[in-house]
């Protein structure tokens, strides 16, 4: 005879599972998923496509280069109309790419001095009841909180934007805050705004050290939990390097003013190690600086564990897994480098493949989305392997976004879903 479970039994079981899958699947809600890590937990994704492949492939009007981000079975990205004049909010079904809703401000700001950026080059983040994105413009920073109907809840105007390459740090939300990264040419500051009103909890005043073209910085802060048990915001920045402030109040625990050029690349967390990287459109003169978390105050002579000049990114920003720290450079040379000591385990330059975007590793391996339109796949380890190659149909400047066993890839006009059913 059949012995069934007691109801409560049950009903427990249910729970957990629903919890389980929930987890999973609402793992990339900010930029670069988890905490910004770039790691994502699908299992099972080919290495190469064809077109004919794609699960599904929809128009998004205007131009962007903001990273989706999902809740359920809501995709959310920014996109600017009419040549930047206008930014909208996009929220999407997730099965088949569908618009279920937009939110549209008028914004206009000047034409910017590099053909390769734009209006909408952040991410929204989003968690169980909200969606937060901004809005930036030369006279107004624009933070404002939706329901993921699509209802406006709240909104926070902190002023202009003064950049060379307009904005683009991602909001996070920490610990039932939203932390906004406003390192600009202008006066500079980290806000930490109440999730659910936005009302400003703590402002962080930022230097603007030297010159105001390299001054605006780019990255998206990741939370590091300290040997005390407290949570540090880790930023980067022209002025302050590598830096970590107390996520409670915004006061400074420390800085590495060691980055002599544009940051753009977020920081990311290798170990005891906070890694950091600085360069120009140029590329030349780009390099990488590790920096030993836990200290206090200025550590620009004492924390510096070891810094690498060749074939660093400027704008991707790097992953660590399993010791190892992977770099997808501009210029397209891919490497990886012993985390604890900097040492060169591998590096091959890519053919035909230039990259913007950030890689993500799935069931350790690389993807990295490029500006010539493919997607390239590399094996992790000590040895260099191209794994696969894949057209998008065009080319991208964003970052892919992981989500139960499938990848979504902002290109230059559509939005591309590749994976499994």
């Not at 413009?137 to 709240?154: M, N, Q």
């Not at 040379?333 to 035909?352: M, N, Q, Y």
Request: charged share 20%; glycine share 12%.
């Amino acid at each position: 005879m059949k012995i069934l479970p007691h109801p409560a039994t049950l009903a427990l079981l249910l729970a957990v599972t629903f919890a389980a899958t929930s987890a999973v699947a609402q793992e990339w809600t900010r930029f670069r998923g988890p905490n910004g890590t770039g790691l994502g937990s699908a299992r099972g994704l080919p290495v190469a496509w064809t077109e004919k492949e794609f699960v599904w492939r929809v128009p998004i009007a205007g131009a962007s280069h903001s990273q989706p981000v999902i809740w359920g079975e809501r995709l959310f990205l920014l996109t600017a109309l009419d040549a930047g004049k206008e930014r909208a909010l996009l929220c999407l079904r997730k099965t088949d790419g569908q618009e279920l809703w937009r939110k549209t401000y008028a914004l206009p700001t000047p034409r910017l001095g590099n053909r390769n950026t734009g209006y909408a080059n952040t991410s929204p983040v989003v968690d169980a009841d909200r969606v937060v994105a901004c809005f930036v413009s030369r006279d107004h920073f624009w933070v404002r909180a939706f329901d993921h109907a699509g209802r406006e809840l709240w909104s926070r105007d902190l002023g202009g934007f003064a950049a060379q390459h307009g904005h683009g740090a991602s909001p996070i939300i920490h610990d039932g805050r939203v932390i906004v990264a406003n390192d600009q040419d202008g006066t500079s500051s980290i806000v930490a705004l109440d999730l659910k009103t936005g009302a400003v909890v703590w402002t962080s005043p930022r230097a603007t050290r030297g010159d105001t073209n390299v001054a605006a910085a780019y990255g998206t802060p990741v939370v590091h939990r300290r040997a005390d048990g407290s949570d540090e915001l880790l930023l980067s920045s022209h002025a302050h390097g590598l830096s970590g402030l107390d996520a409670r109040t915004g006061a400074l625990n420390w800085e590495s003013p060691v980055f002599n050029k544009r940051m753009v690349a977020s920081p990311v967390v290798a170990g005891d190690l906070a890694i950091g990287s600085c360069g120009s459109g140029a590329g030349t003169g780009n390099y990488l600086s590790a920096v030993k978390l836990g200290g206090q105050g200025n550590v620009a002579d004492t924390h510096v564990a070891w810094t690498l000049k060749r074939a660093t990114p400027y704008v991707p920003t790097p992953l660590f897994h399993e010791g190892r720290l992977y770099l997808i450079s501009d210029a397209g040379f891919a490497s990886a480098i012993e985390a604890a000591t900097g040492k060169v385990i591998w590096s091959e330059r890519l053919p035909r493949a230039e990259f913007f975007g950030s890689p993500v590793l799935i069931d350790g391996k690389i993807y990295c989305a490029s500006t010539k339109g493919e997607l390239i796949v590399l094996a992790t380890g000590d040895t260099f392997r191209e794994l696969g190659r894949s057209p998008l149909g065009e080319g991208t400047h964003s970052s892919p976004c992981v989500d139960a066993g499938r990848l979504y890839i902002k290109t230059f006009t559509h939005l591309v879903c590749l994976g499994g059913p």
